[in-house]
């Protein structure tokens, strides 16, 4: 798996910072928890998160 500690991270701009968010970031496509940046990353292809991404968007996993 990438090395993902020196990468750029950033959270969404609809983020209330709450602490209930997600970090993805920009140089590799991964997410981790916002609240603990040293623990685990997913990291997927670039084409799968953006179909996740689309997901989200169309509503397909319902609402929250």
């Given amino acids: 798996m990438p090395r993902t500690e020196s990468r750029n991270w950033f959270k969404s701009s ?3 910072n709450g602490g209930q968010c997600i970090e ?3 140089d590799l496509t991964a997410v981790r ?3 603990t940046p040293q623990g685990p990353t997913l990291a997927t292809s670039p084409a799968s998160f953006a179909a996740f991404v689309a997901g989200v968007k ?3 996993f319902g609402t929250v």
């Fill in 14 to 16: 609809y983020s209330d």
């Fill in 24 to 26: 993805v970031s920009t």
């Fill in 33 to 35: 928890d916002s609240k």
């Fill in 58 to 60: 169309a509503g397909e």
